[in-house]
T-cell receptor
Framework: AQTVTQSQPEMSVQEAETVTLSCTYD???????LFWYKQPPSRQMILVIRQEAYKQQNATENRFSVNFQKAAKSFSLKISDSQLGDAAMYFC?????????????FGTGTRLQVTL | GAVVSQHPSRVICKSGTSVKIECRSL??????MFWYRQFPKQSLMLMAT?????????EQGVEKDKFLINHASLTLSTLTVTSAHPEDSSFYIC?????????????FGEGSWLTVV
């Protein structure tokens, strides 16, 4: 079974600094997708960044970037120049396609606090 | 703007009654919709996956007769909590996946808070 592990329940970062959230996963699949979702207090799930497993290049979206290590099954999220609005729960997610549909498995989440 | 809309955002119902939550894809045809439940300070737990026009596939431990899922059209899926009890109170979120370019990302609704009193 595919599992996703986020070992940091809470993290704190000062405004304008950089923080890295860790995520590891377990799978026997070779083709899959990895995501980071942000869930602010409103509870809306917001896609932060995605990575296709077949791509070696790490995905980047503005201040957000990932360090994807396929062999180590590691997928960490780096937030640069942290802003107050980045404070939220962050979920790492693994997705694989079954042919007719996709399945998405989430980690337990990391609560990020951003301090002044 | 939102591509998946969920309604209602909050609902309170009496114990023993049924309540329906709708999930609509606004800009695309959702071939697959997913329903999740999220307990306070916990992650999202997949309840079931529904493909348009076919029966939903429920995850282990989820009661099919209690959580009725219908995906009658390519833009609408509904979750009906039947004979609701206080322990069913939770945050329910739907997500949707389409075809082609819309299949690359799974989009989430805004979620629905259910309180059973």
């Amino acid at each position: 079974a595919q599992t996703v592990t986020q070992s940091q329940p809470e993290m704190s970062v000062q405004e304008a600094e950089t923080v890295t959230l860790s995520c590891t996963y377990d799978t026997s699949e070779s083709d899959y997708y990895l995501f980071w979702y942000k869930q602010p207090p409103s509870r809306q799930m917001i896609l932060v960044i995605r990575q296709e497993a077949y791509k070696q290049q790490n995905a980047t979206e503005n201040r957000f970037s990932v360090n994807f290590q396929k062999a180590a099954k590691s997928f960490s999220l780096k937030i640069s120049d942290s802003q107050l609005g980045d404070a939220a729960m962050y979920f790492c997610a693994y997705r694989w396609d079954t042919g007719t549909a996709s399945k998405l498995t989430f980690g337990t989440g990391t609560r990020l606090q951003v301090t002044l | 703007g939102a591509v998946v809309s969920q309604h209602p955002s909050r609902v309170i119902c009496k114990s023993g009654t049924s309540v329906k939550i709708e999930c609509r894809s606004l800009d695309f045809q959702a071939t697959t919709m997913f329903w999740y439940r999220q307990f306070p300070k916990q992650s999202l737990m997949l309840m079931a996956t529904s493909n348009e026009g076919s029966k939903a596939t429920y995850e282990q431990g989820v009661e099919k007769d209690k959580f009725l899922i219908n995906h009658a059209s390519l833009t609408l899926s509904t979750l009906t909590v039947t004979s609701a009890h206080p322990e069913d109170s939770s945050f329910y979120i739907c997500s949707a996946q389409g075809r082609g370019a819309w299949g690359n990302t799974i989009y989430f609704g805004e979620g629905s808070w259910l309180t059973v009193v």
